[in-house]
């Protein structure tokens, strides 16, 4: 098992035995953090080019840490959809499993429907001409985002696995386990070895921005 402390409130485990990858906790920037680290990193398999990274999400127990929100799984989440192949007809990622979220029944409800609005925006031509686009126009746009979403909107539990993390330990790919041992401190586990992992702030910390930009004089 290989664990990784990311930045603050981002860890890593990966049991590759199990092929399981899990990004424990996602705040913004989370995919950029996990490029910094090399965590995702280009890939070829059969002429097809694509990149590598985690497939399963670990929400944080609790929306706001110090101001700022914990769970934003969109664009890890995208990552694995279409950066990885996932979602892609025909790619060779593409063999019938889906990205894997887990946590509070709360937390993982609220990101099905955040996911949803991230992926495909409104979801109807009746949506987008309540919002002032006129017939014709909505028309047109619902024909080409029906096209970019391979012919169907589909609801999140279409695209996405979860896993709801109560009192008892979960059960994951590969037989590997997760259980919660205080709020935001988990404990995954696997033939015996096990590591732990906490997705708390500090008192007066934040999530890191992945890049320092400098200073420069204007």
């Known amino acids: 098992m290989r664990v990784v402390a990311v930045s603050s409130g981002i860890s890593w485990v ?17 995919v950029k953090h996990l490029i910094k680290r090399g965590l995702i990193v280009p890939a070829e398999r059969g002429g097809v080019s694509f990149e590598t990274g985690p497939n399963a999400i ?11 929100f914990c769970n ?11 950066r990885q192949g996932m979602i892609i007809p025909g790619h060779p990622n593409c063999v019938g499993r889906k990205p894997l979220i887990m946590g509070l029944a709360q937390q993982v409800e609220g990101q099905l429907e955040y996911v949803m609005r991230g992926n495909y925006g409104l979801l109807s031509e009746d949506e987008m001409m309540a919002a002032g686009v006129p017939a014709d ?25 979860t896993c709801i993390i109560g009192d008892t330990p979960a ?18 586990a696997y033939k015996g070895e096990t590591a732990v992992v906490d997705l708390n702030l500090g008192v007066g910390r934040t999530y890191e921005t992945p890049y320092h930009l400098g200073y420069h004089n204007l």
């Not at 059960?171 to 404990?187: D, P, S």
């Open 137 to 161: 126009m909505a028309a047109e746009w619902m024909r080409m985002k029906l096209r970019f979403a391979f012919g169907a909107i589909r609801p999140p539990r279409d695209l996405l696995d």
């Open 14 to 30: 990966e049991v590759p035995e199990a092929d399981l990858r899990v990004l424990c906790g996602c705040p913004a920037d989370s």
């Open 72 to 82: 934003l799984s969109e664009f890890p989440i995208l990552q694995m959809l279409y």
């Open 171 to 188: 059960i994951l790919q590969g037989g590997v386990t997760v259980r919660r041992l205080e709020l935001n401190v988990f404990e995954f």
């Open 58 to 68: 670990l929400l944080s127990d609790v929306s706001l840490q110090n101001g700022a």
